[in-house]
């Protein structure tokens, strides 16, 4: 999967698809503008969704895809990122575009302090660490020793954010631009690392670790770093979450939304950055819709019971692991492949 990844994102020409790809999530909004349509919010709401997911697969992606490393409580990043967010502009005053870099480097923090003990372990070690992380963090957020600064159990309200300069846009198109040019941003710097002395040397130590530090390769300081830039990504997530939603709480935070992330990330293409917009896609829609269609078989096929939603869920899940093992952006590279020595 990795290796098809890179070649499919040193093709020729792929910088005019990524730029032609922006563009369109960038007029989306304006053109659903012009429908009028009752959802529109909603739909700029989950366009928001999807681009932090996104995000946030980004990290993780950044750690298991191009550097080996397991986790299982990116959600706990998450939340610290949100929760950083959200008390500096509740208590702080601080302007909510600059807590993102605030959150980038609390997070950033965090993860490299939590990647130095993280370094005694491996596989299945590694993943029940930090599914402990992921555990933790939800119930020291309720904890009454931090609960004037986090709100406890009932977590923090915050003010939506109003377009900038007067510009003529509504407060949720406005967010929606937010997150998409952070994300841009983002991935042209997760792209141009890749590219580089620092990207070859994180997929050598995912490759093959012990060869890797024969080579000169400081093993240790790259996995931590790796560790932290992860966190930070995610950190910074978690923030747009904060404040796209305007309201952050412990329960939302939960182990859950850590397996949300890696779902995202194995069903759109480890070592793929094109993967992670899928799985952010993919986390969304998929989990708005698995009660509707569980609805839609109740009254077509005349059931008796419910569908459960999780059914539904799963199943989609287990055929896209069937049918495309190497995820979505596995599946197209395959295919482009394919289409490539067929009509040469």
């Not at 198109?173 to 590219?195: D, G, H, K, T």
């Not at 993967?275 to 839609?296: P, T």
């Amino acid at each position: 999967m990795a290796a098809l990844a890179r070649s499919w994102a040193t093709k020729p020409g792929i910088g005019r698809v990524a730029l032609l790809f922006w563009f369109g999530l960038a007029i989306l909004p304006l053109v659903g503008s012009v429908w009028d349509s009752p959802s529109f919010d909603y739909y700029l709401f989950m366009g928001q969704s999807m681009l932090i997911y996104a995000i946030s697969v980004l990290g993780l992606n950044l750690l298991i895809g191009f550097n080996g490393q397991i986790s299982l409580g990116h959600s706990a990043f998450f939340a610290v990122g949100a929760y950083t967010a959200a008390i500096l502009m509740n208590f702080g005053g601080i302007p909510y575009w600059a807590t993102l870099p605030v959150a980038a480097v609390v997070c950033f923090g965090a993860g490299f302090m939590f990647g130095f003990p993280a370094l005694k372990l491996e596989g299945h070690y590694l993943a029940l660490a930090t599914f402990t992380l992921a555990i933790a963090v939800p119930q020291l957020l309720k904890h009454k020793s931090i609960a004037g600064w986090t709100g406890g159990v009932g977590g923090l309200l915050l003010d939506k954010p109003d377009p900038p300069f007067g510009l003529p846009l509504s407060a949720d198109q406005w967010l929606y631009y937010l997150c998409l040019a952070v994300a841009m941003l983002l991935f042209w710097i997760v792209f141009n690392m890749l590219r580089g002395r620092s990207g070859r040397a994180l997929m050598a130590i995912r490759d093959h670790a012990m060869a890797a530090g024969t080579m000169g390769i400081d093993t240790a300081l790259y996995k931590t770093v790796a560790f932290g830039i992860s966190a930070g990504i995610t950190g910074v997530a978690g923030a747009l979450s904060a404040i796209t939603i305007a309201y952050v709480a412990p329960d939302s935070f939960t182990l859950q939304l850590s397996i949300s992330f890696l779902v995202g990330l194995v069903v759109g293409g480890i070592a793929s950055l094109p993967g992670c917009m899928i799985g952010g896609a993919f986390i969304v829609v998929v989990q708005n819709s698995s009660q509707s269609i569980s609805d839609w078989m109740k009254e077509t096929f005349s059931l008796r019971y419910d569908v459960p939603a999780w059914a539904i869920y799963g199943t989609l899940l287990l055929l896209l692991m069937f049918f495309l093992p190497n995820g979505i952006a596995g599946g197209v590279v395959a295919v482009r492949g394919w289409l490539a020595r067929k009509f040469r």
